[in-house]
Antibody, heavy 120, light 111 residues
Framework: ELQLVESGGGLVQPGGSLRLSCAAS????????MSWVRQAPGKGLEWVSL???????YYADSVKGRFSISRDDSKNTLYLQMNSLRAEDTAVYYC??????????????WGQGTLVTVSS | QSVLTQPPSVSGAPGQRVTISCTGS?????????VNWYQHLPGTAPKLLIY???NRPSGVPDRFSGSKSGTSASLAITGLQAEDEADYYC???????????FGGGTKLTVL
């Protein structure tokens, strides 16, 4: 069965950096669109970033210039490099496979998430 | 403040029918973008429930159905079961934000 497993979360001080990983099995990350979505404590889901199979990347305004999405095709793994972290970035971060359509994308498989806490 | 607006909570007794609304705008639903729905139990991976307004992925019971009209959408659940108790989110694409947007989520309680 298709599986996504996130790792790399933890406690980091404001202004610090963290890199999240999302290892995929059964399907090839490089051949798919992939996204990161987060959920802050007590809040709803928030789309964070998207990478196309061709390599183009997109970000929510809240993280633009601070976060960077990438992938390692040899490891079939998706990454999210998070810099200049703020308290409001505290959330569970999910990776998800994206299925594009002419009328908008949707997320068909999700990982279990990894918790990022930004606090001094 | 989410771009898509959902009621914070809904409830129903086992066997009943409930609906969850999702209100958008001219930059998402009104621009022709589809609505998708997800079921989320805390601590677990969100699950795709409905895609493309009214399509169910394999394995999702036909008790779940979706619809969209103009700038509004809704998810209906018939024959409520205890296992349906979860958070439900609508999602679409927004032209103004150039990205996916979610509703604030609706907590379904099965009485």
């Amino acid at each position: 069965e298709l599986q996504l497993v996130e790792s790399g979360g933890g406690l980091v001080q404001p202004g610090g950096s963290l890199r999240l990983s999302c290892a995929a099995s059964v399907f090839t990350v490089a051949n798919n669109y992939m996204s990161w979505v987060r959920q802050a404590p007590g809040k709803g889901l928030e789309w964070v970033s998207l990478i196309y199979s061709g390599g183009s990347t997109y970000y929510a305004d809240s993280v633009k210039g601070r976060f960077s999405i990438s992938r390692d095709d040899s490891k079939n793994t998706l990454y999210l490099q998070m810099n200049s972290l703020r308290a409001e970035d505290t959330a569970v971060y999910y990776c998800a496979r994206v299925l594009p359509t002419l009328r908008g994308d949707y997320f068909d498989y999700w990982g279990q998430g990894t918790l990022v806490t930004v606090s001094s | 403040q989410s771009v898509l607006t959902q009621p914070p909570s809904v409830s129903g007794a086992p066997g009943q029918r409930v609906t969850i609304s999702c209100t958008g705008s001219s930059s998402n639903f009104g621009a022709g973008h589809d609505v998708n729905w997800y079921q989320h139990l805390p601590g677990t991976a969100p699950k795709l429930l409905i895609y493309g307004n009214n399509n169910r992925p394999s394995g999702v019971p036909d008790r779940f159905s979706g619809s969209k009209s103009g700038t509004s959408a809704s998810l209906a659940i018939t024959g409520l079961q205890a296992e349906d108790e979860a958070d439900y989110y609508c999602q679409s694409y927004d032209n103004s934000l150039s990205g996916s947007v979610f509703g604030g989520g609706t907590k379904l309680t099965v009485l």
